[in-house]
């Protein structure tokens, strides 16, 4: 099973188009079994292509550039979170080349108010993997310390929502440092939970972020804040980071990071 997950920063970016393609490309190449996507956006003002996709909507623009080289056995889930920048509905999806046995999508804020930057959702897709159910949960995450919408509330949140009914996988861009002791990464692994990076058996630096990006705005660190976690220690092959310009050309101010499990 491989998996990937990157926070697509998307609408933000410079040449968008050409690093949607980039992105396309390397899911032919990679073949990867899920994708959780975090900030896929769509313009507020747009045309309904279905349901609540719009024609503007990062990811349904993902699969047409599949379509068009070839990938067609991809399927997509989306939902929106919060009004971004004002012109965007910014959210969260899921592809999946396997069927989708049930789609789910929740709120982990105390706020559900969708204009509100903070407020937080999650969506969830369980699939049929080779006949048995596996979930993904696709997480963008709040900060430790802020004292609207801390991370601890929020985390509690998403864990008393995810299917516990067998094994489960959280992806995304949790905004916790790995290397800042007693906050939201230790919290997490104090959550019978595994870190995939750290069950593989070869890993890189893992770093995901670079500099100053948005909601990091003093960082000057290198920083490993997107994950991917699971509720059982799993045999991983490796972990890798991915989109950081020697794994392929940089197409986000996140990283992304792909996974390989012997399952």
């Known amino acids: ?17 050409e690093k949607i393609r980039c992105l396309a490309q390397t899911i032919k190449e990679e073949a990867y079994d899920v994708i959780a996507l975090q900030e896929v956006s769509q313009l507020i003002e747009d045309t309904v292509v279905d349901g609540q996709i719009k024609k503007s909507n990062f990811g349904y623009i993902l ?17 929106f979170s919060h009004i ?3 012109i965007y509905e910014e959210g969260l999806a899921i592809l999946t080349k396997h069927p989708i046995i049930e789609a789910d999508s929740f709120f982990i804020t105390g706020g559900t108010d969708t204009n509100y930057w903070k407020t937080r959702k ?15 949960y696709s997480c963008h995450m709040g900060w430790w310390n802020d004292k609207e919408e801390p991370f601890k509330q929020q985390f509690d949140s998403l864990l008393q929502q995810v299917n516990k009914n067998g094994l489960f996988f959280l992806l995304g861009d949790f905004n916790n440092n790995a290397n800042f002791k007693n906050e939201g990464y230790d919290y997490m692994l104090n959550q019978s939970l595994y870190d995939t990076y750290h069950l593989a058996a070869k890993k890189d630096d893992g770093i995901t972020v670079k500099g100053k990006i948005t909601g990091w705005d003093a ?35 996140h990283y992304g990071v792909e996974i390989k499990l012997t399952c």
């Open 63 to 79: 699969l047409t550039e599949l379509e068009k080289i070839g990938v067609i056995d991809y399927s997509f889930i989306w939902d």
């Open 122 to 136: 999650i969506i969830g897709a369980t699939i049929d993997y080779h006949h048995k159910p596996v979930s993904f």
């Open 1 to 17: 099973m491989k998996l990937l997950t990157l926070n697509c920063h998307s609408w933000q970016e410079d040449n968008q188009i």
């Open 84 to 86: 971004g920048f004002e």
């Open 219 to 253: 960082n000057k660190q290198d920083l490993r804040i997107d994950f991917i976690m699971a509720n059982q220690s799993l045999a991983v092959e490796y972990s890798q980071v991915i989109f950081n310009d020697r794994n392929r050309s940089v197409i986000s101010d």
